[in-house]
């Protein structure tokens, strides 16, 4: 790489850095908005993400960037809430999975579409063919960042 694309690409990185807590204070704004009793934005991550796949506590630690003691603190909150069961895995019972209850569901399926809405009015205010280029940019990213 010469150094001028280093030189770009840092550019680009630090723009990253500061669009995307830009992004997060507008979902903590609408989760606040919500009321003490829905979600904070780590509940709200891990909704989202059992929401793909049941992962293990060490797993959605790890995903998290957070001690395995510190997400146990975070399940057994959302388990007496009735978001989210922990489930005994038949073929290994060492292994529990953590899933999202109904009401996780509901609740996850809910508060998305609240934020998505704030996202939807932001983008509205943007000309569609700089439009195009954040979609393309971002489905690169979607692809870059698994």
């Known amino acids: 790489m010469s150094s001028s694309e280093k030189t770009k690409n840092e550019a680009r990185s630090a723009l990253l850095l500061e669009v995307i807590p830009r992004m997060m204070r507008i979902i903590r704004t609408e989760m606040r908005q919500l009321g003490k009793q829905k979600l904070t934005v780590p509940q709200f991550r891990v909704l989202l993400q059992l929401s793909q796949q049941p992962m293990s506590n060490q797993e959605l630690a790890s995903w998290m960037g957070v001690s395995a003691p510190t997400m146990s603190k975070m399940i057994d909150n ?56 954040i979609e393309t940019g971002l489905s690169i990213m979607k692809e870059t960042f698994l």
């Open 78 to 133: 959302m388990v007496k809430r009735n978001l989210i069961t922990r489930k005994t895995e038949a073929a290994d019972r060492r292994q529990i999975l953590v899933t999202n209850t109904k009401k996780g569901r509901t609740l996850v399926q809910a508060t998305r579409g609240i934020v998505q809405q704030r996202f939807t009015e932001k983008i509205s205010l943007i000309p569609e063919d700089k439009l195009k280029a």
